[in-house]
């Protein structure tokens, strides 16, 4: 999930939709259900985070504005083929990001996955980025006395950067009163306290008169890859076909 991989797009002839992965995740996470989605007739844009999906050393370098910008460059690629209407999917920190989208113009509507708004521990996100590092190499087959070694010289991670990601996540908050487009909120129901406190604050908060809310009963944080996850992609395409907006396949789109 997190190596070699390739910003993914598919062309169909209805409406885009654009797919916003976790933090240390990458677009191979979004594929399944880019795929799901893409066979239902939908255009499906999942790109990379800058440093995500390459090595740890990459990754330390990334900042949390090279991310949103990724983000940014995403909407933007489906905008300059022609789309006008559409939809954002994001997955933990995708979530947040695509509620920052959701100002800009042409955002059709939002479906969040596990998406935090209040404060996580500056542990827990280290951990994050400690798990990605260890399973990057691992699957570069270093061996494991390599891997702590590594980790030995490049742990802990200096605290500023992930300050910075969670004052990221805590800033968003202000977004929320201005969200008016549909919405739908999905977590799992194994998933941390900080994020059922964090859907509770996102389904109160925004004035959107169009939400929709479901409990994953067997899943935890990664909604696309845990247990759940037809009934998931199923739920999202029903939510996707019951706001039909008119955004064909323009013929004037790139390939």
Aim: aromatic share 10%; glycine share 6%; charged share 25%.
């Amino acid at each position: 999930m997190i190596t070699k991989s390739k910003d993914l797009y598919l062309e169909g002839p209805g409406p885009a939709i654009l797919l916003l992965h976790s933090f240390t995740g990458s677009a191979n996470e979004m594929r399944g259900l880019a795929r799901f989605l893409h066979a239902a007739g939908y255009t499906c844009y999942a790109p990379n985070y800058a440093g995500h999906g390459e090595s740890p050393e990459r990754l330390f370098e990334t900042t949390i504005e090279d991310v949103w910008q990724s983000a940014q460059v995403g909407l933007s690629f489906l905008q300059d083929r022609g789309y006008n209407d559409i939809f954002l999917i994001g997955q933990s920190l995708g979530g947040v990001m695509a509620l920052r989208l959701a100002e800009q113009s042409g955002c059709a509507g939002l479906i969040l996955l596990s998406t935090p708004i209040l404060e996580r521990t500056i542990a827990g996100l280290e951990h994050r980025v400690l798990r990605y590092t260890e399973r990057y190499f691992q699957f570069d087959d270093r061996s494991p006395e390599w891997i702590v070694d590594f980790v030995d010289r490049h742990f802990p991670r200096p605290e500023k950067d992930l300050r910075a990601l969670q004052q990221f996540i805590l800033d968003t908050g202000v977004v929320l009163p201005k969200v008016t487009q549909p919405i739908a909120l999905f977590l799992g129901a194994l998933d941390d306290a900080v994020y059922h406190a964090s859907l509770e604050r996102i389904e109160t908060t925004v004035p959107s008169q169009d939400q929709k809310k479901v409990l994953l009963p067997n899943s935890k944080h990664l909604l696309t890859l845990d247990r759940d996850k037809q009934r998931l992609f199923e739920e999202i395409l029903i939510f996707l076909k019951t706001h039909p907006v008119e955004s064909l396949k323009p013929s004037s789109a790139v390939q």
